[in-house]
């Protein structure tokens, strides 16, 4: 067979494959993927995969979407009130619940937890609702000093964020000119990035941003 005939044929099949790949993938991709290995199951048809879950399933042999910008949407109606929680429930900042759970369920409103955008961030209670702090991003070592949010007892600290590699330290001091001798830190690693912030320093003013 010559050259040309064996792209053509390529060619044709490629283009078969891409017309029975979906546009999207559907919400409940992760959940059938976790219950019942959708993505390489025998008991549903190739096309029946394409369609359904054409990028989540990355062994299907579907071309990657052109425009990867589409923004990410909550597949139910009380992520906003699941992450405001400040309680041991608290959705998007929930060690318990997987980056899988949070992508299926509130991929909009978990959508820095899910992947963050900044290296270091705090999130703060005013009442009994939480919210997360405008994030930054590290300075270098010993770090620069920046607001953490907190307001007296208004106001104060309930989780931290740091990336893995990072460290955040918490100040009482609003500006220290020199950042040392924290009330506490937490070091992000592979495994762990949110954590709570006990009471006893819940009011700290600043903290830095660093990493390795």
Same mark, same amino acid.
């Given at each position: 067979?010559?050259?040309?005939?064996?792209?053509a044929?390529?060619?044709s099949?490629?283009?078969?494959?891409? /017309?029975?790949?979906?546009? $999207?993938n559907?919400?409940n991709c @992760? $959940?059938?993927?976790?219950?019942v290995?959708f993505c &390489?199951? %025998?008991?549903?048809?190739?096309?029946?995969?394409q369609? !359904?879950?054409p990028? !989540?399933c990355?062994?299907?042999?579907c071309?990657?979407p052109?425009?990867p910008t589409?923004?990410p949407?909550?597949?139910?109606?009380?992520?906003? /009130?699941?992450?405001?929680k400040?309680?041991a429930?608290? #959705?998007?900042?929930n060690? /318990?619940y997987?980056?899988?759970m949070k992508t299926?369920?509130?991929a909009?409103?978990?959508?820095?937890?899910?992947?963050p955008t @900044?290296?270091?961030?705090f !999130?703060?209670? &005013?009442? %009994?609702a939480?919210?997360? =702090?405008?994030?930054?991003?590290?300075?270098?070592?010993?770090?620069?000093?920046v607001?953490s949010g907190? *307001?007296?007892?208004?106001t104060?600290? $309930?989780?931290a964020?740091a990336a893995?590699?990072?460290? *955040?330290?918490l100040f009482?001091?609003?500006?220290?000119?020199?950042p040392?001798n924290?009330?506490t830190? #937490?070091? =992000?690693?592979?495994?762990?990035?949110?954590?709570? *912030?006990?009471?006893?320093q819940?009011?700290?003013?600043?903290?830095t941003?660093?990493?390795?």
């Open positions: 067979m010559s050259s040309s005939l064996i792209i044929a390529f060619a099949m490629v283009y078969m494959v891409a /017309a029975q790949c979906g546009k $999207s559907h919400p @992760a $959940s059938w993927n976790n219950t290995q &390489t199951s %025998t008991a549903r048809t190739l096309e029946m995969r369609q !359904y879950c990028f !989540y990355t062994n299907l042999n071309p990657k052109t425009n589409t923004p949407t909550d597949a139910n109606a009380n992520c906003a /009130a699941w992450a405001a400040a309680d429930t608290s #959705f998007c900042v060690p /318990a997987t980056v899988a299926l369920y509130c909009s409103t978990c959508a820095f937890e899910i992947k @900044a290296d270091c961030a !999130y703060t209670v &005013t009442g %009994t939480m919210k997360r =702090g405008t994030p930054s991003n590290r300075t270098a070592t010993p770090g620069t000093a607001p907190a *307001v007296g007892t208004t104060t600290l $309930s989780r964020f893995s590699g990072c460290t *955040v330290r009482a001091a609003a500006a220290p000119p020199t040392i924290p009330t830190a #937490f070091a =992000g690693s592979a495994t762990t990035q949110f954590f709570t *912030v006990a009471a006893a819940n009011g700290a003013l600043s903290y941003c660093t990493c390795a």
